[in-house]
């Protein structure tokens, strides 16, 4: 996949931006806010309709806009393809567009620009809550499985409608008369989450076991382990059995759920551990072993996404070499020699040996 260029109106402080890029390397350098992470984030959005920073999509609305667009020519899937995102402030839905065709989501876009993300917060996703474990998780099989994408959609919105049925029914009782019909879809539901989320972390450990014990020089013993609710004896179980053992661990837990007005249990907390050599990395491992981690991950996604469409994903370094001692920024950087590479820095002088430098300042290039 190369993203051969790219156009911006309206999108954070870009008022109007036209870019051409290099199939290979292309380094990004500036002062900070002046817009480098802002130009990385254009480039996701454009591949998979979602933002790794803004939670609204009017927040990517540059101020007092009263819509932005994200404009990009893509040679993917042997052709060459164009992407358009139009964005609007407030609740107005968006606009996605493919080779001049409206289309309805995100999934209609899957595989036509995947991107893998390294930015300074993943360096520690290994040692924050289980929370930030689980977006990384759900990005990455939201662009490799649309469907898991779908599921994952109408999860949170019924989940989202039973937390209000929890929270409303002490004053209006006659609202847990509905709420069997949302257990039952949850359940139902989230078998199908567990079920991507088990294939896919198992094929992520095996991956990012491998570089790791390159990055260590087989020091230690990567492991990952995906978590989720205790009923479920074998994440591999057919959707079928998955969905009873959730229905078990829901039992098990409703009256808690209605005395606390909350979910209590479900797929929306699951989690995966990390061990080296049989050590809890959370609670144990050093800044550099956590680090060497999660550039194991990221590169590990890399390669799965890679296997899944036959074409490296194009790879997004956001200032994250400058949190890496030499030795680690070469191995990244040795990883790099295959599929389009952007890399944010803000000294010019840096990584002068790489593919095509761009400067940008207030939001233009210089």
Known sequence: MILESLSLQGFRNYQQAEFEFDPGVNLIVGDNAQGKTNLLEAISYLGSGKSFRAQKTGEMVGFSREFAEISGNVFSQERRQNLRFVLFPGARPRQIWRNGAKKKSAGDIAGVLPTVLFCPEDLLILKSGAAQRRRFGDSALCQLRPNYDAALTEY???????????????????????????????????????????????????????????????????????????????????????????????????????????????????????????????????????????????????????????????????????????????????????????????????????????????????
């Open 156 to 366: 949170n919105r019924i989940l989202e409608q039973k937390s209000r049925i929890l929270k409303d029914h002490f004053e209006n009782p006659r609202l847990l008369d509905i709420l069997p019909e949302y257990n039952a879809r949850l359940c139902q539901v989230g078998a199908l989450l567990i079920s991507y989320r088990a294939r896919f972390y198992d094929g992520l450990g095996k991956a990012a076991a491998v570089y790791h014990n390159q990055l260590s020089a087989g020091a230690e013993d990567f492991r990952l382990e995906y978590k989720t609710v205790s009923t479920v004896k074998d994440v591999f179980a057919p959707v079928a059995q998955l969905t009873q053992d959730l229905q078990a661990h829901l039992e098990s837990h409703a009256r808690g759920e209605l005395e606390s007005g909350q979910c209590l249990t479900g797929p929306h907390r699951d989690d995966f551990t990390v061990t080296l050599s049989g050590v809890d990395l959370k609670a144990y491992g050093s800044q550099g072993q956590t680090r060497t981690s999660a550039i194991s991950l990221k590169l590990a996604q890399r390669e799965l996404m890679a296997r899944e469409w036959g074409e490296q994903p194009v790879l997004l370094l956001d200032d994250v070499l400058s949190e890496l001692d030499p030795g680690r920024q070469d191995f990244v950087l040795n990883q790099i020699v295959t599929g389009q590479v952007f890399i944010t820095c803000c000294e010019p002088g840096r990584f002068t040996r790489l593919g095509k430098t761009m400067t940008i300042h207030q939001g233009s290039v210089v």
